[in-house]
């Protein structure tokens, strides 16, 4: 007498750690891209901890010194120590980029839908953001702070000024598509009101390209505020941040590189993090263009 196999399940665990890896090896740059951001997120919560000392502490009796084991990254010209700075720039970069990507994605998302879907408010909105992006987002930015005081709000504020168009024209161009395909028009002609159109219809077909375009926001805005930060536009020079530790550095490039080299190289990896995330999240959602590509 024979007695038949049973199906022996498998552990919860590694089911789901096979899950996790074959996802790996299908997007291997969202792993790489969300490991090096994940850990520059990290390194800019935890600064405190990571054997840093006061950022904006003066010790001129030992400045410039080149990296030792003393002074990991060496110090600046007044002193101060450049691994510690260049930790804590962290806080001011990312936060500024995740905030420039969180304001333009929102405020771009409500005028694309609409702009896309009204044709007055297209004619009208439409030719003031084609104004807009007729001007480099850095002179605008530079416009904006000229006319502020230097804060790292008001960076914010004008690099979201300067990125809004092009996310306005992303999601405009999404939903002119839209809303000549069958099931909206179906949705029109039984009654459906407008904004119910937009949200239940319109917004969620607008997400997978938004978030995309949210990742490379993200990424042009650190740029940006270091560009302003370099030039002395940007955050006030007190506040660590790597736009300010190059543009301190940048006069004495040729006897302590060093303090320019450490920020450019962060803000470099953190970069690159970013823009391999969003394409990553681009061949994950339309696996298409992965394809075409």
Known sequence: MTIAPTDVALPAAPRAQGRVWTYVRRHPTIA???????????????APYLGTVDPQALSPVRRLRWPSAQYWFGTDM???????????????????GLSVALCSTVLGLAIGLVTGFSRAADAIVMRVMDGLM????????????????????????????AQVPR???????????????????????SGT???RILWRHILPNTLPPLLVQATFTA????????TLSFLGAGTPPNIPSWGNIM???????????YIVLFPGAFLSITVLAINLLGDGLRDALDPRLARRM
């Open 32 to 46: 790489i891209g969300g490991t090096l951001l994940g850990l520059m997120v990290l390194m800019a919560i935890f």
């Open 78 to 96: 007044l002193g101060r120590d450049v691994y510690s700075r260049t930790i804590y720039g962290a806080r001011v970069s990312l936060t500024v």
């Open 134 to 161: 007729s001007i480099p987002g850095v002179l605008i930015a530079i416009a904006l702070m000229a006319l502020t005081r230097a804060s790292m709000e008001n960076v914010i504020f004008a690099i979201t000024v």
């Open 167 to 189: 996310d306005t024209r992303l999601v405009r161009g999404v939903v002119l598509t839209l809303r000549e395909l069958p099931f909206v028009e179906a949705a029109l002609a």
């Open 193 to 195: 009101g407008f904004f």
């Open 219 to 226: 990424a042009s805005a650190m740029i940006v505020e270091a």
């Open 247 to 257: 543009a301190e550095g940048r006069s004495l490039f040729q006897v302590a590189y």
